[in-house]
């Protein structure tokens, strides 16, 4: 009996030894796996944090665009009739494209063109007749108008040839911040829905002037004129680009880009105040005359949508007597300023298109005065 407990002892003695290097190994596994566990919670938090650095970021971002969005307009209404006193059609084209130019330069954000005959046009519709008809030099000057503020790349396709853009080839370019080149970046271009069939669900497809088309976030009309925000990063290897549609007004209010202008004709002079686009229509109206309080003396009050209205051979006063909706013979009643923006001139009469560099150099640093924000000051 003594022998046989002798003999079992060493055996248990050897079956506690392997479970003790089991319950080693297993402590060890269960300690790494621990440590794995830690690791990962660690890693995760950190990856939670980076993630919330980055939308933090990205919403600083959008709130610095915001920031440097403008979020007021400045119109500017001229008579159309001011093309009749060039003596020929290459002459009333570069006219235009000097009116062009000058409220592409100051950012102008409309151009109204009104009638001082009472023509009554609407719409730039129609065949060009030949120059020294009244009445046509409105639907002209707006033509020309819209034809230099569409870029270069979308002309064939909203501008079918036509009299009045005959000479319109040799003009300068507005080279405003929507005329892209072909390889420019920029994150908002113009573009033309194309009419080529998409899978359902998916966007309509839009020439943006670039190597590949876009494909949009809708179904759209073919032929119409739209802005596309295209989307960031882009696939290099993609057979298109991806983009958004916003409206024509987006690259200004949320980024402060110029974005061209718009073109609008008014019958009359007191219809460039009642078929305004705006909603609240024009808070801040600018009559500008020789008869005028000097501008040097002028501090514009804060505004949201801003008008000058500029004259023709005869001045502002010819609107207003021709105008039967008006029942004031003084024009300086019309507006919230009347200016004289050049004083002591030394020219018995300056030339609208003067007028217009003119003016728009003067109120420039008052505008910017007027709607500078409380961070600004």
Request: charged residues 30%.
């Amino acid at each position: 009996m003594a022998d046989g407990g002798a003999a079992k002892r060493p055996r248990e003695t050897m079956e506690r030894k392997v479970d003790w290097r089991r319950w080693k190994q297993e402590r060890k596994a269960e300690k790494k796996k621990w440590k794995e566990l830690k690791l990962l919670k660690k890693l995760e938090k950190q990856r939670m944090r980076e993630l919330a650095e980055k939308q933090a970021e990205q919403a600083r971002e959008e709130e610095q665009k915001e920031d440097r969005g403008r979020h007021y307009t400045l119109s500017v209404a001229l008579p159309g009739s001011i093309l009749n006193n060039a003596q020929s059609l290459e002459l009333r084209t570069y006219l235009a494209g000097q009116i062009a130019r000058a409220c592409a330069i100051f950012c102008v954000d409309e151009i109204v063109v009104f009638d001082e005959y009472g023509e009554d046009a609407k719409s730039v519709e129609g065949e060009f007749e030949g120059i020294g008809k009244k009445g046509k030099a409105c639907v002209q000057l707006a033509r020309i108008l819209q034809y230099l503020e569409c870029p270069q790349y979308l002309r064939k396709s909203f501008f079918p040839k036509h009299g009045d853009l005959q000479f319109a080839g040799l003009l300068n370019p507005l080279d405003s911040p929507h005329h892209m080149r072909m390889d420019e970046d920029s994150e908002y271009r113009e573009g033309v829905v194309l009419d080529r069939p998409s899978k359902p669900g998916r966007g309509s497809f839009v020439n943006c002037g670039m190597r590949k088309e876009v494909q949009i976030d809708r179904q759209l009309q073919p032929g119409l004129r739209v802005t596309v925000r295209l989307q960031e990063p882009q696939n290099p290897e993609a057979k298109v680009r991806k983009g958004i549609v916003v409206s024509s007004h987006h690259p200004r209010t949320v980024s402060g880009l110029y974005w061209g202008y718009s073109v609008r004709l008014a019958s009359c002079l007191s219809a460039v105040f009642s078929e305004c686009p705006f909603k609240e229509g024009y808070d801040l109206s600018i009559g500008t005359s020789e008869r005028g309080s000097s501008v040097d003396q002028v501090t514009l009050p804060s505004f949201r949508h801003a008008l000058v209205v500029f004259g023709g051979l005869q001045g502002l006063e010819a609107g207003v007597d021709a105008d039967a909706n008006l029942e004031v013979t003084d024009p300086s009643l019309l507006f919230d300023f009347y200016l004289n923006t050049c004083p002591s001139q030394g020219s018995r009469t300056i030339r609208t298109e003067e007028a217009l560099l003119i003016s728009l150099s003067a109120l420039r640093p008052r505008i910017e005065e007027a709607v500078k924000t409380p961070t600004d000051s």
